[in-house]
């Protein structure tokens, strides 16, 4: 089962109280304190983990507690610390404070302190001194730290796919990468996002990341793709996929999609984007429809090996400062095959010029 937003409580270990002890040997006589210090407490980490793709592990089990460090003992002999506790989570992992809304980590790779481990106290042989030869009281150990954590998945791509539920956006990944999305004639097929490595060339590549459709009125919780829009507020770039066979015209699902978007994030609103128009081999009055289209827009008509239309930019430099004009409108069958070499390249262009 996929989960990808879900509540624990952590808290690291407390640190082991100091030792009340004196020295008792025969012929010995007064031999003085020698109570040991309290071992440290277990911290807190996170750690990424490659192999897993969702939280749903911790659905069954929401409290994590690191060890408590020991108590120390006489002889001088300090406490053990408590065993830290390392909780694994997928790689794009981010980990709030339920209360305060406090993003704490952001996790990509790697292996992140959140808390550390509560102080042992000190025995009662660290206070002697000459003044006072025999002192009966030693130091509690300190209070390890704990809170009320949201654990959020937001996958790591670079494409990330928009569009409403059946316009295609799986079979497409499935065309261009290795995933392995269901796909079938009937809305909201995708019920998880899907990640998929994209090969350009023989030594460029680029993951893409198709998410379930979003319809008319996500934005106020109405079906599945608003809540997993997340998953793509990591992309440098966004792909709108428009069915040319759709009962709605083309630049009816443009502004549908932009407005969910714009209230989902205004930032993910502002990334660049490019337009797909997709089942062209199955769509009537195409021509007519991708000219309106382009004329709403207000995005020049190129046409480019017959099938091809772009903005002016694609052609050229991108200009990615205008992040409200499209950078290529480009219509494409999957079923066919149609201009997806095209498609490859126009989005590796873009991310390219995304990272200057």
């Keep these: 089962m996929f989960v990808d937003c879900v509540d624990i409580f952590v808290s690291s270990g407390k640190g082991g109280a100091g030792a009340v002890s004196f020295r008792r040997e025969k012929f010995v006589i007064q031999g003085g304190p ?12 996170f750690e990424v983990d490659n192999n897993s793709d969702t939280l749903s592990k911790f659905r069954g089990a929401k409290h994590y507690k690191a060890e408590n460090g020991r108590p120390g003992e006489g002889k001088n002999k300090t406490g053990r610390s408590g065993e830290d506790l390392v909780i694994k989570v997928p790689a794009g992992t981010q980990v709030f404070d339920e209360e305060s809304g ?69 079979t497409l990944i499935s065309t261009l990468s290795n995933a392995k999305p269901e796909i079938a004639n009937y809305e909201f097929t995708t019920l998880v996002p899907n990640l998929g490595v994209v090969d350009v060339g023989d030594f460029d590549s680029f993951v893409m990341a198709d998410i379930p459709g979003i319809i008319d009125g996500a934005s106020e919780g109405r079906g599945l ?21 759709n009962y709605r015209t083309l630049t009816e699902q443009y502004q549908n999609l932009r407005v969910e978007l714009e209230r989902f994030s205004a930032e993910l609103s502002t990334r660049p984007f490019g337009i797909a128009l997709s089942k062209i081999d199955i769509a009537q009055d195409l021509p007519q429809s991708i000219d309106e289209f382009l004329q709403n827009l207000g995005l020049p008509k190129i046409e480019y090996e017959g099938s091809v239309y772009a903005s002016e930019g694609i052609r050229g430099e991108l ?23 095209t498609l490859k390249l126009f989005l590796s262009k873009a991310l390219k010029e995304s990272q200057k």
Aim: aromatic content about 6%.
């Design 34 to 45: 020698d109570g040991g210090d309290g071992g440290r407490g277990g911290s807190v980490f």
């Design 102 to 170: 406090e993003l704490l980590l952001d996790l990509k790779e790697g292996k992140h302190l959140l808390f550390e481990g509560g102080k042992g106290g000190l025995g009662n042989a660290r206070f002697k001194n000459s003044v006072n030869q025999r002192p009966t009281y030693a130091q509690q150990g300190i209070a390890g730290q704990k809170a009320h954590l949201r654990l959020e998945l937001k996958l790591i791509a670079d494409v990330g796919l928009v569009g409403f539920p059946n316009v295609g956006k799986s």
């Design 225 to 245: 793709g608003i809540g997993f829009l997340r998953h793509i507020e990591r992309t440098k770039v966004l792909l709108f996929v428009l069915d040319c066979a």
């Design 319 to 341: 200009e990615l400062e205008k992040t409200h004009q499209a950078l290529f409108v480009l219509p494409l069958s999957s079923a066919l095959g149609t201009n997806l070499s």
